[in-house]
């Protein structure tokens, strides 16, 4: 442009115009960019002499350029798609006679520009308080336009110039140092070396704002002392650990097989003199092994010289990245810890939990599945066979989940003996679990029968986060257990209401007993040979206002929690008062018999608890039996034996319910104290119908026969049941063929019946 075309300017145009003079007096390659400056002046001659004065000029080693505006409008313009100005001289009257005023505060709290050196000119001494102005705007000068002359523009520019400088230097230092935080925040999150190595190349490049063109080296040492030095390279010999761009097809290649003869002298001479490295167009950061306990060399191409700022940050993030490293093997072995199942070296349910979040978050989990799979009455294969065999056992069932959910699924121990599988749907799926022990297990020459029940429930349902579907899946294999022993479920939202359910009655139990809203029924128990009433079994029902809840209902919420001790003591409580109504009413001395739970037992104090409470109420210990479970009995297997025993040494009666249902083996059998055995009412209902039912009590009968015990069959509701039994040497029964359970006055009427009637 010539001095014409400032001259000719037309005051409507769209663009400044731009006055830039050739800086010819140093090599291309070595050229730095002008300063710019922005005249903002309607003064036509002042801006052709401003024009005249600035060209040629350098201030501090670079050139200027300058660009012209002759209105408060044609500089907003300006600025509003160019910002990148050193100075702005404005005066002071242009179309206004605050246009420049108002022109700088546009520039510092409209457009928020705060690092570009702002003089304003006027042509008009005593315009406007020189004090005021200048902190209220920000101005680095305010002088007459008549004094420039005297105090020399270049040198106003000079000291204007070099304020602009050390602003942009604080904010660079500024930004760069933010940039540093940014990638340290980021870097954070590595767990692994190649995590790390890749951060590091893809943050070094953002620092200095070029490609991730790279290589990533590591050298580990020979002989390290430090326990946390990474796993997974040779020792004594530099490796690539990560590799980006062009270099990326080099990952795990050893440094002097790289193909580049350049790139590979200057990674071995950053790694032989422990040095980082400049060229004209690379970088070698070198990280040493003192805080990133392995020697590390990152290069990275840059394509040109890196300016004073960009090293110094570099430094600075290389400070970062080398404790990063030396932290990394410690994380991952604090991740192993986190993550990983000490006993099967599988992972837990921290990161079972992680990796349904994380299919969740991809495509919200549709197509995949959550499979939980316990082992039935696993404790008692511990108990029985020592926790050598359970660890064991619990090897190969996670070596047969493995096998049956292959990558990309995950298998995971959730706790003790249950198992979680969290992967696509078509593979997750209840038949490949069903299969997973569908043969016997081998273990110490022996063949091991072990069942399993196992629940699936979709990841894409409406519950919130892992833990919430976690629990899910819970309720769909609490149902499974429910029904036996190796059992699949699908979950449903049924169980939601059944879950529901639960919680109401568990929060209803709190306060059954203040309201007395329990109360004991019995069912007499006879000699089968004669029709006596010997005894009875007593039951708990529940009547709440709302109405009688079933005790299959009711009764397994309370042995879930902590409201079955107390249930637990009322019962025993009330059974003994039967005791003595009874004796009061003339019969003969019977026995009552009450159901325990197996949470019962936890309480070390239970049997004495159980013999001071006869004792208050005048009853003797004999008149009281309690019956247990097989599966109560293997579940709390010491406890139960030294509690029955402890009863049976006060002469009290021990009965094994539910016999032929549970998993009580012949070992358990001699270890119980018992005096009964009670054939299960599902056995009894067969005998007239199905061969293997009869073949089932039979074998209870003669198994209580030779063990020296006596057999109660439950559930006998026809004569055809009572006689098969009589004729087996069966002594006792129950059953609505004989009554059915009814409350201690009817039951006492009945038993005087009996009487009467023998």
């Known amino acids: 442009m010539n001095d014409n075309a400032l001259r000719n300017h037309d005051e409507d145009r769209d663009e400044a115009l731009v006055f830039a003079p050739e800086d010819t007096t140093q090599p291309i390659e070595n050229r730095r960019p002008p300063w710019r400056i922005l005249a903002v002046d309607d003064d036509e001659g002042f801006q052709n002499t401003t024009a005249m004065a600035l060209r040629n000029m350098t201030i501090l080693g670079r050139p200027l350029e300058v660009v012209h505006a002759f209105s408060l409008a044609e500089a907003a313009r300006c600025l509003a798609h160019d910002r990148d100005f050193a ?62 002359a005297r105090r020399g523009l270049k040198q106003v520019l000079t000291g204007v110039i ?30 692994s070396i190649d995590d790390l ?39 004594g010999q530099p490796v690539v650990a990560r590799a980006e761009g062009r270099f990326e097809a080099l990952i795990g290649a050893p440094v002097g097989d790289l193909p ?6 200057l990674i071995e001479q950053s790694l032989a003199g422990r040095l980082s490295i400049q060229t004209g167009d690379a970088q070698v950061v070198f990280l040493p092994r003192e805080e990133a306990h392995a020697d590390y060399a990152i290069y990275l191409e840059t394509g040109r010289t890196l300016d004073p700022a960009e090293r110094d940050l570099l430094n600075v993030f290389a400070t970062n990245v080398s404790r990063g490293f030396g932290n990394v093997a410690l994380i991952s072995r604090l991740d192993r810890l986190a993550f990983e199942d000490s006993l099967l070296r599988i992972p837990n349910m921290t990161a079972l939990r992680r990796e349904i979040e994380r299919r969740r978050l991809d495509r919200n989990g549709e197509g995949d599945a959550l499979l939980l799979f316990d082992i039935d009455h696993f404790s008692g294969y511990s108990d029985t066979l020592g926790s050598d065999f359970a660890e064991r056992l619990l090897t190969t069932v996670a070596a047969r989940l493995a096998a049956a959910f292959p990558p990309p699924s995950l298998v995971a121990r959730v706790n003790d003996d249950v198992f979680g599988v969290v992967g696509p749907a078509e593979q997750v799926s209840l038949r490949r679990a069903g299969d997973v022990l569908a043969a016997p297990i081998e273990l110490d020459g022996s063949s091991h029968p072990v069942t399993a029940c196992y629940a699936a429930v979709p990841l894409d349902t409406d519950h919130a986060d892992a833990p919430a579907l976690k629990r899910a899946a819970q309720r769909a294999l609490r149902a499974a257990k429910s029904r036996g022993q190796g059992v699949g479920m699908a979950w449903s939202p049924a169980f939601e209401l059944e879950s529901a359910t639960r919680y109401r009655l568990h929060n209803q139990l709190a306060s059954a007993i203040p309201r007395d809203e329990f109360h004991l029924v019995f069912q007499p128990q006879v000699a089968l040979a004669s029709g006596r009433i010997v005894g009875a079994e007593a039951l708990l029902r529940w009547n709440p206002p709302g109405g009688p809840i079933p005790p299959d209902q009711f009764i397994p919420v309370a042995e879930n929690s902590s409201h079955i001790h107390a249930i637990g003591r009322f019962v025993i409580e009330q059974a003994c008062l039967a005791i003595r109504r009874c004796d009061a009413a003339g019969l003969p001395p019977l ?15 239970f049997i004495e608890w159980l013999h001071a409470a006869c004792a208050a109420r005048g009853v ?139």
């Not at 006679?97 to 005593?126: C, H, N, S, W, Y």
């Not at 070099?162 to 590595?190: M, N």
């Not at 029955?644 to 009666?653: D, E, P, V």
Request: glycine share 8%.
């Open 87 to 148: 100075v702005i001289l404005a005066d002071v009257v242009m179309e206004t006679e605050d246009a420049g005023l108002r022109l700088v505060k546009g520039v510092r709290e409209t457009l928020g520009l705060f690092e570009p050196r702002i003089v304003l000119l006027t042509g008009q001494p005593g315009f406007a308080p020189v004090r005021r102005i200048m902190e209220e705007y920000d101005l680095s000068d305010y002088c007459l336009k008549s004094d420039l």
């Open 162 to 191: 070099r304020g602009y400088e050390q602003i942009r230097q604080l904010a660079a230092a500024r930004k760069g140092l933010q940039l540093i935080i940014e990638s340290s925040s980021r870097l954070a999150a590595a767990r």
């Open 197 to 235: 190595a890749r951060g590091a190349l893809v943050e070094i490049a953002r620092l200095i704002g070029v490609a991730a063109e790279g290589i990533v080296c590591v050298e580990v040492p020979p002989d390290p002392v430090d326990c946390d030095s990474p796993e997974g390279f040779p020792r």
């Open 260 to 265: 580049d003869p350049a790139v590979r002298g």
């Open 591 to 605: 026995e009552i018999s009450v159901n325990v739970s197996a949470r019962q037992f936890e309480d070390d104090a």
């Open 620 to 758: 003797s210990p004999t008149r009281l039996a309690l019956e247990v479970t097989e599966t109560a009995a293997v579940t709390a297997f010491e406890n139960v034996v030294d509690a029955l025993g402890a009863h049976r040494a006060c002469g009290g009666k021990v009965a094994i319910d539910d016999f032929g249902t549970g998993m009580a083996s012949l070992k358990y059998l001699h270890q119980l104290p018992f005096d009964y055995l009670k054939i299960d009412r599902s056995f009894v209902n067969d005998l007239e119908d199905d061969p293997q039912g009869r073949n089932i009590a039979r074998m209870v009968i003669d198994l209580a026969h030779d063990l020296g015990c006596e057999v109660i069959a439950e559930g006998v509701e026809t004569p055809a049941q009572q006689a098969w039994l009589v004729e087996r040497g069966c002594q006792l029964a129950q059953g609505w063929h004989f009554g059915r359970p009814v409350a201690l006055a009817e039951f006492i009427d009945r038993a005087h019946a009996a009487m009467a009637g023998a």
